[in-house]
């Protein structure tokens, strides 16, 4: 019989949720789904699944020593860095092997108006002094950042509520998970008379409708860039990611076979 490999999958992404349920039918894995329990009710993710954090990257490589873990996959936001970092020195300390599944960047396009910053906090100076009427589209997390700049109505959107809300006069929220198509987005964007979007660098289908939107519109776009990643072997999509997987757990490949 083929020993069972463990496979700890880092997630809270579609990706995450896709790439687990892809390795689930593997008979010869044992694939567990790791969330960070951000959102109050994820949607069901098909595989086990743990959640809350190791205790840093100790603990997680703690974690993968009792659970002799053969492979771990980190497949988190682009934006979620400390985890990415945790994973890669945890990794590091046991030996386990790593990789990463990560999305390309959007590129602008002609047509569009980015403005590029380095943070959240960034963005809301980037707006300027002028009162503009702006989408937030980049969780609810970093949202209390735009308080530091309260004369922009914003219409601000989230899988989960933002609280507490924030301390400006006019804000606007809405509740929605994606994917979010581009003729729903430009539909919002008019909607709300929107003259400025800010946006994570996310990569990815599910959330570029907006940026498809703004160009239509003509709608400047605050890019925040992403933050910077640990250099661990990657794949880009689900599938460059399981071939590498098979070459790497595949026991007829480990014997040079
Ligand atoms: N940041 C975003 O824009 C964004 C967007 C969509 C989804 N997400 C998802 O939301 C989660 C949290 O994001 P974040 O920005 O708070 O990340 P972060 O700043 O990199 O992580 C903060 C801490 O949360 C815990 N954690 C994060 N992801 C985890 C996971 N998959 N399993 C177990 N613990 C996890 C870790 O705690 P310990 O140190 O205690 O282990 C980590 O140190 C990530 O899984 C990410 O994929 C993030």
């Known amino acids: 019989m083929v020993p069972m490999k463990n496979i700890l999958i880092l997630g809270g992404t579609t990706e995450a949720r ?13 694939v567990t789904l790791s969330l960070a329990g951000r959102t109050e009710s994820p949607v069901a993710q ?15 490589a703690a974690y993968l020593r009792e659970e002799h873990v053969h492979l771990l996959i980190d497949a988190t936001h682009p934006y979620a860095a400390r985890i990415s ?21 959007w590129e602008p396009v002609a047509g569009e108006h980015w403005t ?23 969780g609810r997390q970093e949202a209390g950042a ?30 929605a998970r994606g994917p979010f198509p581009e003729a729903d987005e430009r539909a919002l964007l008019e909607q709300h008379g929107i003259d400025a979007v800010v946006s994570k660098n ?32 990657s794949a880009e999509t689900i599938d ?4 590498k997987i098979d070459h790497l757990l595949d026991p007829e490949a480990e014997r040079g076979v």
């Open 202 to 233: 996310s990569g990815g289908e599910a959330t570029y409708g907006k940026i498809a939107a703004a160009r239509t519109l003509g709608i400047e776009v605050i890019m925040v860039r992403r933050p910077p990643l640990p250099d661990v072997p």
């Open 240 to 243: 460059q990611l399981a071939a």
């Open 146 to 175: 735009f308080e530091a700049a309260p004369q922009h109505r914003y219409l601000i959107r989230s899988v989960d509520p933002v609280e507490p809300k924030l301390a400006v006069p006019e804000a606007v929220y809405l509740l």
């Open 116 to 138: 590029l910053v380095d943070s959240v906090a960034e963005a809301a100076q980037a707006l300027g002094a002028a009162p503009r009427r702006v989408f937030l589209a980049i």
């Open 85 to 105: 970092a945790n994973a890669a020195e945890a990794a590091s300390q046991t030996g386990v092997p790593i990789f990463a599944l990560r999305r390309p960047v």
């Open 18 to 30: 896709q790439l687990a349920g892809k390795l689930s039918h593997r008979a010869d894995f044992s």
């Open 46 to 60: 098909g595989v086990p699944v743990r959640v809350g954090g190791f205790g840093g990257a100790a603990g997680l």
